[in-house]
């Protein structure tokens, strides 16, 4: 039993997975902002604080893949980061150019 907990603290989580969750994380948030009554200003400030908050988990999280988009790699290994790995720095994006609005 020890060495199950042990290697859920040793193994690594793939950053693709942590970008997606938090993806999905953001989105909620997001609705969230936009389904708050305007009239409640108390609603509107704290779901937008967490809507932030989701922002910036997710611009951490997405940083690592931002690197190594711009580092010059292997055309195999670039073909397969290309396919997968950093398509999905599309929708932190887009996030991020909600933040303002």
């Given at each position: 039993?020890?060495?199950?907990?042990?290697?859920?603290?040793?193994?690594?989580?793939?950053?693709?997975?942590?970008?997606?969750?938090?993806?999905?994380?953001?989105?909620?948030?997001?609705?969230?902002?936009?389904?708050a009554d305007p009239h409640d200003t108390r609603a509107v400030r704290v779901a937008?604080?967490?809507?932030?908050?989701?922002?910036?988990?997710?611009?951490?999280?997405?940083?690592?893949?931002?690197?190594?988009?711009?580092?010059?790699?292997?055309?195999?290994?670039?073909a397969r980061w290309r396919k997968g790995g950093l398509?999905?720095?599309?929708?932190?994006?887009?996030?991020?150019?909600?933040?303002?609005?």
């Amino acid at each position: 039993m020890l060495g199950i907990a042990a290697s859920w603290l040793v193994l690594p989580i793939p950053t693709s997975g942590t970008v997606r969750s938090r993806t999905a994380a953001a989105l909620a948030a997001l609705g969230e902002a936009l389904s708050a009554d305007p009239h409640d200003t108390r609603a509107v400030r704290v779901a937008r604080a967490r809507f932030l908050f989701r922002l910036d988990q997710l611009t951490l999280a997405a940083a690592p893949l931002r690197v190594a988009q711009s580092l010059p790699v292997p055309s195999a290994l670039a073909a397969r980061w290309r396919k997968g790995g950093l398509a999905i720095l599309a929708a932190p994006a887009a996030l991020g150019r909600c933040a303002a609005p």
